[in-house]
Antibody, heavy 121, light 113 residues
Framework: EVQLVESGGGLVQPGGSLKLSCAAS????????IHWVRQASGKGLEWVGR??????????EYAASVKGRFTISRDDSKNTAYLQMNSLKTEDTAVYYC????????????WGQGTLVTVSS | DIEMTQSPDSLAVSLGERATINCKSS????????????IAWYQQKPGQPPKLLIY???TRESGVPDRFSGSGSGTDFTLTISNLQAEDVAVYYC?????????FGGGTKVEIK
C-alpha cells in the first residue's frame, strides 16, 4: 500500500525538542521530495519545509516561522524522513503532516495521517 | 511570499446544486516556461488529512469525481463542485506551488443547506 506514516508526536514543554518521523512505503521514496505541513486545531494549513532528493543534494528549505529551529532530514535506506524540532514554542502546537511532492502534479499527492505535537507547560 | 485569499469562508449549498469557491493569489502563478498555473486544490474532511483534488489549476487527480472542476489563470482561480453530494461536506483549500514558501488559502467550509 502506498502510504506515509508519521510518528513521534507528543507533549513537550516550551523550549524543548521533539523529533518526528515519516515512514514511507509502497513507492520509491528516494526519488520523492518530502514536505512537512502543519495545522493548528481549527486552523488552516501551514507549510513548514521540505527536503529534496539525493539528486538535488538533499536541499532543504523552511518557513520563516521555523527557520533556525527545525531541521528536516531523510534516510533513504530506511525510507524515512524526519523533522527535528528544537526551541519549541506554544505556537508550534499542531498536527504535523508529512507529504509527498508529486513530480508530475507539482503538488502534494500523498499525505500521512498526521501526528499531534502539543507544546505546553 | 505569495498570499492566497479564498472566498467565501463558508457556504451552504443544497444537495444537487453547485458550489463555487474562489481563490486569489497576490501575484501571478502562471509560469511562462510551460504555461501552467501552479495551483492545487485540496479537500479536507474532519479528522482526516487533506486530499489532492486538482492540480495545475484544472487537472483532476486520478479517482476524483468529475463533478469537481478547477478553472482560472494568472491570479484568479475557482473550484466548482457541481451536483453537490453529502460526502462533499468538507473544508477546501487552494495552494500555490509557484514559489517558496508554499502557501495555502485560509479554507472554505462547504455544508449542506
Amino acid at each position: 500500500e502506498v502510504q506515509l506514516v508519521e510518528s513521534g508526536g507528543g507533549l513537550v514543554q516550551p523550549g524543548g525538542s521533539l523529533k518526528l518521523s515519516c515512514a514511507a512505503s509502497g513507492f520509491t521514496f528516494s526519488v520523492s521530495s518530502i514536505h512537512w505541513v502543519r495545522q493548528a486545531s481549527g486552523k488552516g494549513l501551514e507549510w513548514v519545509g521540505r527536503i529534496k532528493t539525493k539528486a538535488n543534494t538533499y536541499a532543504t528549505e523552511y518557513a520563516a516561522s521555523v527557520k533556525g529551529r527545525f531541521t528536516i532530514s531523510r534516510d533513504d535506506s530506511k525510507n524515512t524522513a524526519y523533522l527535528q524540532m528544537n526551541s519549541l514554542k506554544t505556537e508550534d502546537t499542531a498536527v504535523y503532516y508529512c507529504t509527498r511532492f508529486g513530480a508530475g502534479s507539482g503538488s502534494f499527492d500523498l499525505w500521512g495521517q498526521g501526528t499531534l505535537v502539543t507544546v505546553s507547560s | 511570499d505569495i498570499e492566497m485569499t479564498q472566498s467565501p469562508d463558508s457556504l451552504a449549498v443544497s444537495l444537487g446544486e453547485r458550489a463555487t469557491i474562489n481563490c486569489k493569489s497576490s501575484q501571478s502563478v502562471l509560469h511562462s516556461s510551460n504555461n501552467n498555473n501552479y495551483i492545487a486544490w485540496y479537500q479536507q474532511k474532519p479528522g482526516q488529512p487533506p486530499k489532492l483534488l486538482i492540480y495545475w489549476a484544472s487537472t483532476r487527480e486520478s479517482g476524483v469525481p468529475d463533478r469537481f472542476s478547477g478553472s482560472g489563470s494568472g491570479t484568479d482561480f475557482t473550484l466548482t463542485i457541481s451536483n453537490l453530494q453529502a460526502e462533499d461536506v468538507a473544508v477546501y483549500y487552494c495552494q500555490q506551488y509557484y514559489s517558496l514558501p508554499l502557501t495555502f488559502g485560509g479554507g472554505t467550509k462547504v455544508e449542506i443547506k
